[in-house]
């Protein structure tokens, strides 16, 4: 059985994330969307947050038949270990523009010295969902704009309450 993980700190998915879970179903026989706890990046949802949000997201946006080849699990371990762990040789990740390259391609180098017998394969993001990143789908959202092209109307409202449950604590 070919298995593919697709790691990321979906901070949150967007329509973009999930083109590339719909695409990757069509490549692998078992997808597993590895959510990383990426304390670094200051994530706005907390790991178990992330991951139940994708969890959701893929019953709801993906056909059964797809969704029930998907598996959602948060990771802290090295990205190799994990596809240890699992027993994936093949990472999966989303290329958009040039600006996601250079991150891309060191990480892939790095991982291919730490495992050589795993591969990353790279899809381009599709031109429709190109421009969309959770960074800017989070400010977008913050300074109240229209976030409906970019992700779905139940991580839309997530957004919105996790704002406001921010902002109380902030004035707390
Ligand atoms: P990370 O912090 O690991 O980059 P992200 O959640 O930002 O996590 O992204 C996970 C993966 O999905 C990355 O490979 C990223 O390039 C890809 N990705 C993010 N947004 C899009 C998009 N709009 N289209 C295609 N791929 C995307």
């Known amino acids: 059985m070919r298995v593919g993980v697709y790691p990321g700190t979906f901070d949150p998915i967007t329509f973009g994330h999930m083109d590339i879970i719909h695409r990757a179903a069509g490549l692998v026989d078992k997808i597993i969307v590895a959510v990383a706890a990426n304390a670094g990046k200051?994530?706005?949802?907390t790991l178990s947050e992330r991951e139940k949000i994708v969890k959701q997201e893929i019953e709801a946006g993906l056909p059964v038949s797809e969704a029930k080849r998907v598996e959602v699990t948060a990771f802290h371990s090295l990205l190799t270990h994990f596809c240890h762990k699992v027993q994936a040789k093949i990472i999966i990740r989303g290329l958009r523009a040039i600006s996601d390259f250079e991150y891309e391609f060191q990480m892939t180098g790095m991982n291919a010295r730490l495992d050589p017998g795993i591969d990353t394969v790279f899809l381009m993001a599709s031109e429709?969902?190109?421009?969309?990143?959770?960074?800017f789908v989070k400010e977008i959202s913050l300074l109240g704009g229209d976030v409906s092209s970019f992700v779905s109307h139940r991580v839309a409202n997530l957004l919105q309450t996790q704002f406001k449950k921010k902002s109380l604590e902030n004035k707390g």
């Open 42 to 45: 200051e994530p706005l949802f």
């Open 128 to 135: 429709k969902y190109q421009f969309i990143s959770s960074r």
